[in-house]
Nanobody, 123 residues
Framework: QAQLVESGGGLVQAGGSLRLSCAVS????????MGWFRQAPGKEREFVAW????????YYAEAVKGRFTASRDSAKNTVYLQMNSLKLEDTAVYYC????????????????WGQGTQVTVSS
């Protein structure tokens, strides 16, 4: 069955950087748009970014545009989220997800999810 495993989270100071990875198995990686979402305590899960099957077309939430970059490596069946200039409000559990759509901001459009990785930004 499909398995998505995130890694790379941790504790970082404001202004710092982290790169999240999501290793995908059990599905045809090239057939899915890959998305990133996050959920902070007491808040709903929110969209962060997606990257299409071609690995070129991307879309970002306004809150992260210009700071985060989503990419994918088809040879490794892995999707990445490079996060720069991190802010306190970026603190959340980050999830990767796979969608058979062309790309969506809505969690309901995603068929498979990882277990999440914690990102904590400190002052």
């Amino acid at each position: 069955q499909a398995q998505l495993v995130e890694s790379g989270g941790g504790l970082v100071q404001a202004g710092g950087s982290l790169r999240l990875s999501c290793a995908v198995s059990g599905l045809t990686f090239g057939a899915y748009t890959m998305g990133w979402f996050r959920q902070a305590p007491g808040k709903e899960r929110e969209f962060v970014a997606w990257v299409r099957r071609n690995g070129i077309t991307t879309y970002y939430a306004e809150a992260v545009k210009g700071r985060f970059t989503a990419s994918r490596d088809s040879a490794k069946n892995t999707v990445y989220l490079q996060m720069n200039s991190l802010k306190l409000e970026d603190t959340a559990v980050y999830y990767c997800a796979a969608s058979s759509s062309f790309g969506s901001r809505f969690p309901g459009a995603y068929d498979y999810w990882g277990q999440g990785t914690q990102v904590t930004v400190s002052s």
